[in-house]
């Protein structure tokens, strides 16, 4: 196992707990290129890796609310569902 110092975590599933996936959501251009490039610096960093979205116990959409510069896009995790299921 990794270790990611400040992103070691584990989620703990309440016993009821379901996998589920969010519908995917419609992304413009602009906000496709925000998440890919984000996708790609955490990659690069070790802080996130590839799954097969086939085995996945849960897929989150990405929301986009602008940067406080207002210069660009902030991609940011929509864990509503997973934390209904968390203890």
Partial sequence: VTDRGAFNFVIR??????????????MSPRQAEAAWQMIGENETAGLVSRIDST????IQNL???????????????????LNEQTE
């Fill in 13 to 26: 599933f309440k016993p009821d707990a379901r996998p589920f996936l969010q519908p995917r959501r419609r």
């Fill in 55 to 58: 085995k996945a116990v849960c």
């Fill in 63 to 81: 929301t986009f609310p602008p940067k406080p510069n207002g210069k660009g896009l902030r991609p940011c995790g929509d864990f509503r569902d």
